[in-house]
């Protein structure tokens, strides 16, 4: 399998609910993920099944059943995360992703 499968089962351990999406793409996989947003999961045998279908996937967290709350800031645009807590965050090229999972 690929990064991406494992960065898929990886989160899926931690409880997180996994989306199918397009090859290289932000929308639900339409063949993986009939359900669209509902199609998301946590079981490993699902997600190896979805991989191993379609191994060049891209994958999503479906937020809310993670109970996940995202903060999608663009720095490009003046977006700041003065004020945010502290937490989990991910900076990509252009954005710094932040979230807090609700409990």
Request: aromatic share 8%; with cysteine; glycine share 8%.
């Amino acid at each position: 399998m690929n990064k991406i499968y494992n960065y898929a089962v990886t989160y899926a351990a931690l409880g997180f609910k996994i989306l199918p999406l397009g090859i290289a793409a932000k929308q639900p996989h339409k063949k993986l993920a009939p359900k669209g947003l509902y199609s998301a999961t946590d079981d490993i045998k699902t997600i190896h099944k979805w991989f191993s279908i379609e191994p060049d996937i891209n994958i999503g967290i479906a937020c809310k059943p993670s109970n996940l709350v995202v903060f999608d800031v663009d720095l490009r645009n003046g977006g700041t995360t003065d004020g945010l807590a502290d937490t989990r965050r991910i900076k990509t090229a252009f954005i710094i992703i932040t979230g807090l999972r609700l409990i």
